[in-house]
């Protein structure tokens, strides 16, 4: 079945930094793409999310980029700081049952 | 604002025993739940999706008799793991979706990590 992908496992800035986490999806109909941050013993917590109707969206020090031609998503974190350290997670969505299906996840480490 | 709390958040016991995982939303109303299951190292797996008043919605490849889930009111659904094994062993999450007809961000809890002896 399609699925969410991330094109590298692992990511290591030093502090201050930018971040850019990357993520694939091969769903064409998914409508709607989250952004999750895991930390150790956690659960998944929000970061941003984005429609398919825009192709770039801000929040505090993250910005959502969307790709819908290429099918390409991506997270960039300004000035990271350790508290980033943590796995991140795209998920893709769309449709009435409000599923949403995850990538693989990325594991950012920050550098002090 | 929309605060999900998982209990308990940790779960130890012997081979054969049920285990139930509580899912409620603090500050918000969920007329859906889901419920995902998380292996070291890897991503989440939907499990099956609750819905309150109704019967649950399972992924292929799920056991309903094995998982039991039950959302009874707008704020809580419950996990049941029925004679668990050792390979049941996994961290059990659930989330939640505020009410409405547009799609939103799923709010998660901390999750439940359950170990069977």
């Known amino acids: 079945g399609e699925s969410v992908g991330l094109h590298l496992p692992t990511l290591s800035v030093q502090e201050g930094d930018n971040s850019i986490i990357n993520c694939a999806y091969s769903n064409s109909a998914s409508d709607y793409f989250i952004w999750y941050k895991q930390e150790s013993g956690k659960g998944p917590q929000f970061i941003i999310d984005?429609?398919?109707?825009?192709d770039k969206r801000q929040g505090q020090r993250v910005t959502v980029l969307l790709n819908k031609t290429v099918k390409h998503l991506s997270l960039q974190i300004a000035a990271t700081q350790p508290g980033d350290s943590a796995v991140y997670f795209c998920a893709e969505g769309g449709g009435n049952d409000y599923k949403l299906s995850f990538g693989a996840g990325t594991t950012v480490t920050v550098r002090a | 604002g929309a605060v999900v709390s998982q209990h308990p958040s940790w779960v130890i016991c012997k081979s054969g025993t049920s285990v139930k995982i509580e899912c409620r939303s603090l500050?918000?109303?969920?007329?859906?739940m889901f419920w995902y299951r998380q292996f070291p190292k890897q991503s989440l797996m939907l499990m099956a999706t609750s819905n309150e008043g109704s019967k649950a919605t399972y992924e292929q490849g799920v056991e309903k008799d094995k998982f039991l889930i039950n959302h009874a009111s707008l704020t809580l659904s419950t996990l049941t793991v029925t004679s668990a094994h050792p390979e049941d062993s996994s961290f059990y999450i659930c989330?939640?979706?505020?009410?409405?007809?547009?799609?939103?961000?799923?709010?998660f809890g901390d999750g439940t990590r359950l170990s069977i002896l």
């Open positions: 500050d918000f109303q969920a007329t859906t």
């Open positions: 989330s939640a979706r505020i009410g409405g007809t547009d799609t939103g961000p799923q709010h």
């Open positions: 984005i429609r398919s109707n825009m």
